[in-house]
């Protein structure tokens, strides 16, 4: 089942840069796609389109069977977006009010709220620093928040705009079994990258942009050799001739 469907779908933002051109796409629920492009080919305002962060001017995004644009709160729930800055998604003053937040703004129960955000930070292993500022955490910890502040909220979809930047080795690995672990459980995943070292063994497919379009898109042993020709490096595996291998111990 289709859970993500693009029809002909173009952007333009208001200096009149083409943002995303006559994009058709469908991605199958719980599956995990990579979308890969050098910076300005689109990633993230193709992702942006998933839950009306951005609308396009022409065609149709729909997700679970509905348009986006008929109903943007339904979107935004379905779909939960981590960005490569943590901080711009921390709001709280623990880091347990963090993960509240988005389950409170649904006015739900207070005891359900509770109850999403003990599991949310048991997922990602944060439980013992509930009460603790999300200013003084790391890199990786701050990324694993903004997971659990997405989880928090019940999405089919998570969507992750280059999640390794700016991470070290040690935060690299959590955050990649983070994403393994809601693929695991279900989860519909997109990653955006320039950098498929990480994370192409466990890709089930390969979408390459550029300049707005998609120019490549299938399996990823298929097409991983044709993405330097769009300013994404190859990943050293395949470039040997070998095939991917798992990144993470």
Known sequence: MSIIELENVSHRFPDGTAGLQNINLSIMEGTLSVIAGQNGSGKTTFLKHLNGLLLPNT??????????????????????????????????????????????????????????????????????????????????????????????????????????????????QQVLQEILKLKQSGHTILVTTHDLEKVIYYADRLIIMHAGKIVRDGLPDNIVREVEAFGVREPCTSRLGMEALPWHN
């Open 59 to 172: 065609g149709t995004v729909k997700i679970a069977g509905e348009p986006v644009i008929k109903d943007i709160h339904r979107a935004r729930q379905l779909v939960g977006m981590v960005f490569q800055d943590a901080d711009s998604q921390i709001v709280g003053e623990t880091v347990e009010a963090d993960v509240a937040f988005g389950p409170e703004n649904l006015c739900l129960d207070p005891t359900d709220v509770r109850k999403r955000v003990t599991a949310a930070l048991a997922v990602v292993g944060l439980t013992k620093l509930a009460a603790q500022r999300p200013h003084l955490l790391s890199g990786g910890e701050k990324r694993r928040l903004s997971i659990a502040g997405i989880l928090a909220m019940e999405p089919r979809i998570v969507v992750f705009d280059e999640p390794f930047t700016s991470l070290d080795y040690p935060g690299t």
